[in-house]
């Protein structure tokens, strides 16, 4: 399975490396550093990288690429779901996954590494059970283990081991106790130059926080459940259920977990919450060009737009550009041709525009083609797809829970062509 996983940051170091099988040598790693140099952007890297003896799988967060090295043949998606679970758990342990934590924490990831594989393969890779096997850091306990020489290794094994929900340990109490849902749903799109739509689909997920006493039984059902395409759950979910009656079912793990992730990849059923209106000209003749565009709400159920920013990456011809926003503030870094624009809130009855000239090179013909805009934004209280929850029930236990359910869309690779 995984002999060994590298760190690597953006400088392109490798900061830090685990072995389980046997020592894999650094140098394996040239091979991931020569695909990295022929992607243009860290996120263009290929996830699958073969080599003469091993294959590398790699993910790209927080700045950081996890690298992970296999000798044998094994599915690629088990491999690098693996690796964003490591991520998500340092992000659990730690608050936030960034090369200086790692570092700061160098000991507890170490610990936490050999727990979750064994001998090359997932052991426990639910949060719950490796905060009860691996303390999570703090001053005090950090203190105590430097002057007594202690570890953060708990003295017993996890309770949830030994039953039937390995994802829950026994004899849970809350004195509050509440249950959150989040649906959070990220639309991706590329729209041409007259507002059709060209793609358009939406990866959602369901996060949940639950701490809820004892042993409880949660069924969550959805107003329009067919909605939902291609789908992942947790563990924890009961598949035949959610197959016969379209109803979630789940005895929950403790604290935060994604209960399942989804996709609605059907044209027909991807609203487009904003539209640009854009008149970007270049003249053969003069060294002016044109650039104005609007950006506006359509289709979001009268909820706000908000936290827009517009980006665009400007031809080479591009020496400057003079442009009045309406709102917001605009920069546009003559060097690596970038304009920038932080719109914030989209008010409907005040459009926000950007306005002016750009100055282009002399002598220079015209740009063969326009440039792209890239859109990021957020709506509160709106999941785009139309996914509504209708109830959550919760049985096995006499206590009425705090429920609450909150949904937001954002913009995930969102583009207008010009």
Known sequence: ?????????????????????????????????????????????????????????????????????????VPPLFVIEFLHRVVDT?????????????????????EVLEEMLDNGFPL??????????????????????????STNVGDQLPTGQLSVVPWRRTGVKYTNNEAYFDVIEEIDAIIDKSGS?????????????????????????????????????HPCVRFKRWESERILSFIPPDGNFRLLSYHVSAQNLVAIPVYVKHNISFRDSSSLGRFEITVGPKQTMGKTVEGVMVTSQMPKGVLNMSLTPSQGMHTFDPVTKLLSWDVGK?????????KGTMSLQAGTSKPDENPTINLQFKIQQLAISGLKVNRLDMYGEKYKPFKGIKYMTKAGKFQVRT
Request: contains cysteine; proline residues 6%; negative net charge.
């Open 1 to 73: 399975m995984i002999h060994s996983l590298f760190l690597i940051n953006s400088s392109g170091d490798i900061f830090l490396e685990k072995h389980w099988k046997s020592v894999v040598s650094r140098s394996v790693c040239d091979y991931f550093f020569e695909a990295q140099e022929r992607a243009t952007e860290a996120e263009n890297v290929p996830p699958v990288i073969p080599t003469p003896h091993h294959y590398l799988l790699n993910v790209y967060r927080h700045k950081i690429f996890f690298v992970a090295v296999i000798q044998t043949e």
């Open 90 to 110: 340092f992000q659990d342990y730690f608050g936030v996954c960034s090369e200086v934590v790692i570092k700061d924490n160098v000991v507890v990831v170490y």
């Open 124 to 149: 426990a890779t639910e949060s719950n059970i490796l905060k009860e096997l691996i303390k999570p850091p703090t001053i005090l306990r950090t203190v105590v283990n430097t002057i007594t020489g």
């Open 197 to 233: 739509t060209i793609t358009a689909e939406i990866q959602g997920v369901i996060d949940a926080c639950v701490k809820l006493t004892g042993m409880p039984d949660l069924t969550l059902s959805f107003m329009n459940p067919r909605l939902l395409d291609d789908v992942s759950f």
């Open 346 to 354: 989209i008010n409907p009855q005040k459009l926000p525009s950007l």
